[in-house]
């Protein structure tokens, strides 16, 4: 997609989108941490998992809260997890620098569900290594009602590309006996109904090579153990937005380079 250039007026839009991306980002971090234990994403409110003290308004703002406090508690003094105001740091960010990407247009709204979805996905998977049915259902319906207003060209890219990211992920799955959960491959299904065939294929060589490059630093920096399992879903949700973001102009590049010959 050709970054489309953006008036000073939507400037101000963007700080929006950034200040709009934290606090949705603070909500994603309560739902990745509450859907998988099946408790209500509303009620009760967010408390200290140490002492128990209930958080009140002023401790709920995103980013400044945790900075303010010093990352601490501020009933028991005990260290708040630096994941919370990271996932909401990021969450603006995305939400900000899309536009810069796709333009102001439709697929504006379907990079920001793909934003949502993945935020609340990495939380789980970071805290569970989980990518829970619920998310992927609720995000299901939301895609399909976008895909069916703004379908893909032909339409029926979107089941081949279904199609193609659940029996990609299976095989691998099947083959790698457990390194690849199940849920990756009912996540894949659904990100291949998004992006469609082309793009899906993309997002799956993008994930694989982030996660090869960062997994084997990772190792070699012992910051994890040999065998030790790795989160796949933050590399699932790099590799898909830049596919989703830069993936048509990678198959241009590709063709044109094979095209001059070597
Ligand atoms: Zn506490």
Not at 1 to 27: A, C, D, E, R
Not at 119 to 141: E, Q, R, T
Not at 224 to 251: D, H, N
């Amino acid at each position: 997609m050709n970054s489309k250039i953006i008036p000073m007026q939507n400037n101000l839009v963007l700080i929006y989108l950034f200040l709009i991306g934290l606090t949705f980002g603070s909500f994603f971090n309560v739902v990745g941490l509450r859907v998988p234990l099946k408790k209500s994403i509303v009620a009760p409110g967010s408390a200290c998992p140490t002492c128990g003290h209930q958080l009140r308004a002023y401790e709920l703002i995103p980013v400044l809260s945790y900075m303010i406090q010093k990352g601490k508690c501020r009933g028991c003094q005990s260290r708040i997890s630096p994941i919370y105001p990271t996932m909401e740091l990021i969450t603006g960010i995305l939400f900000a620098t899309a536009p810069l990407v796709v333009g102001w247009s439709s697929e504006l709204v379907l990079a920001l569900t793909l934003i949502s979805m993945f935020i609340i996905i990495i939380v789980s998977d970071i805290h569970y290594m989980i990518i829970p049915d619920k998310i992927l259902i609720w995000f299901a319906g939301i895609f399909l009602l976008e895909r069916i207003i703004w379908p893909l060209n032909p339409w029926w890219d979107n089941l081949i590309g279904a199609c193609a990211g659940f029996t990609l992920l299976l095989i691998i799955a099947l083959v790698s006996k457990g390194g690849m959960g199940f849920g990756d491959v009912k996540l894949y299904a659904l990100l291949g109904f998004v992006l469609g065939f082309k793009l899906v294929l993309i997002s799956f060589f993008l994930s694989t090579l982030y996660g090869a490059v960062l997994g084997g630093l990772a190792m070699l920096l012992r910051i994890v153990k040999r065998r030790q399992p790795i989160p796949f879903g933050p590399f699932i949700a790099a590799g898909t937005l830049s596919a989703y973001y830069w993936g048509s102009e990678m198959i241009e590049l590709y063709i044109r380079f094979l095209n001059q010959g070597f």
